[in-house]
């Protein structure tokens, strides 16, 4: 199985998790109704500490429940651990393997805590460290680029807040992603094509912000570990505290700027950097006027909700790092230096 065949199967693999653990993913909810936590205690790494990111925002907006994202060595390294004083404590990792979550977890059981872990493998440490355990359903993922693994953990994180909402419109939102997803797959080929002009790209800025804080981080991730060019993510706001000094002419730029509350402002900041610098932009959106300010733009279904969008979001992002990494002559399946299983202490 490829990278290219996992991206592809996205649509399908959302489909079954919406269907298969919505029953699990609503304990879940019920479980955290009854500590009513004073907030989420968040350990994750990597690809999953984005989707972290992603928690912060939809859990902390839509739930109005704080998320913390927790600092792993203060648990596994320092053995200084802090006070949770009755957090709900919930571990993130594709394999579960990582010793420094599962130490997160463990230490929040010792402190009384209610633990929960999203994983892809039930019988790992992690889930065996957590009270409740929800399965992300990815299958196998045989690419060392994680891809479906990271949708499922934020189609996990969405269903879990729509749980925990018990709003009928949020399930009903959460039908339609799996379309989404395909209708952006269905773009591969003009996507693809699109990746070609920054076959000689060495450094990049990918900018974020709100609900796409995450995105922004994820596609810079996917950029490093494929292509190895040198992509700084930020949110777009902090990218104006001084960043926004290295752009010049021809500076490429990816932005995730789909509709919703963020996007006036983020909208002002792109044509700046048109305008201004003339940065070459590489632009996610549904909306028209961000697309034609891009020199590549890489379209959205009109329609998402702004608290689903980085599900969608992320799928251009990674079809062009994966053409980029085929135009720079790189081997998508065997990126150096990194492994599919990272277990940090």
Same mark, same amino acid.
């Given at each position: 199985?490829?990278?290219i ?38 350990a ?37 651990p802090?006070?949770?004083n ?9 394999? !579960? ?10 230490e929040?059981?010792r402190?009384g ?11 790992s ?7 409740a355990?929800?399965?992300?359903q ?8 994680a891809?479906?693994?990271y ?5 996990s ?8 909402? !018990?709003?009928?419109?949020a399930?009903e939102a ?11 797959l ?6 693809t ?12 800025v990918v900018?974020g912000?709100g609900y ?11 950029l ?25 002419q ?7 700027a789909?509709? !919703? ?6 909208? !002002?900041?792109?044509?700046?950097l ?16 961000a ?7 890489l379209p959205?279904?009109?329609g ?6 980085p ?9 062009f ?13 065997a ?7 990272t277990?940090?202490?």
């Amino acid at each position: 199985m490829s990278l290219i065949t996992e991206i592809h199967e996205q649509g399908d693999i959302l489909e079954r998790l919406l269907n298969n653990q919505m029953g699990k993913v609503e304990e879940v909810a019920r479980l955290i109704k009854k500590h009513n936590p004073p907030y989420i205690f968040l350990a994750a790494r990597g690809t999953s500490d984005n989707a972290g990111r992603y928690a912060n925002y939809v859990l902390g907006s839509v739930n109005r429940i704080p998320v913390a994202l927790a600092t792993p060595s203060l648990f596994s390294i320092y053995n200084q651990p802090p006070q949770l004083n009755g957090a709900l404590v919930i571990g993130i990792s594709q394999s !579960g393997q990582s010793p420094d979550i599962v130490s997160v977890l463990t230490e929040a059981q010792r402190q009384g805590c209610p633990t929960v872990a999203i994983t892809n493998i039930t019988e790992s440490p992690l889930a065996k460290s957590a009270d409740a355990v929800i399965d992300i359903q990815a299958g196998v993922e045989a690419a060392v680029a994680a891809t479906k693994t990271y949708t499922t953990e934020l189609m996990s994180i969405a269903m879990l807040s729509a749980a925990l909402s !018990g709003e009928k419109s949020a399930y009903e939102a959460l039908t339609q992603v799996p379309g989404w997803v395909r209708r952006v797959l269905s773009q591969a080929d003009t996507l693809t094509r699109l990746a070609e002009r920054y076959r000689y790209m060495e450094r990049c800025v990918v900018l974020g912000r709100g609900y796409n804080y995450a995105t922004a981080f994820e596609w810079s991730l996917k950029l490093k570990e494929l292509t190895y060019v040198t992509a700084e993510p930020y949110s777009s706001a902090d990218f104006q505290h001084g960043p926004i000094a290295i752009v010049e002419q021809g500076f490429p730029i990816m932005a995730v700027a789909p509709s !919703g509350q963020v996007y006036e402002n983020f909208l !002002g900041m792109l044509k700046q950097l048109r305008s201004g610098p003339n940065a070459e932009l590489v632009v996610i959106s549904d909306r028209l006027e961000a697309l034609e300010l891009a020199q590549s733009p890489l379209p959205l279904p009109v329609g998402i909700p702004e608290w689903l969008s980085p599900i969608v979001a992320i799928i251009p992002a990674q079809l062009f790092a994966y053409a980029l990494t085929r135009a720079k002559g790189y081997n998508t399946e065997a990126p150096r230096s990194i492994r599919k299983v990272t277990e940090t202490h």
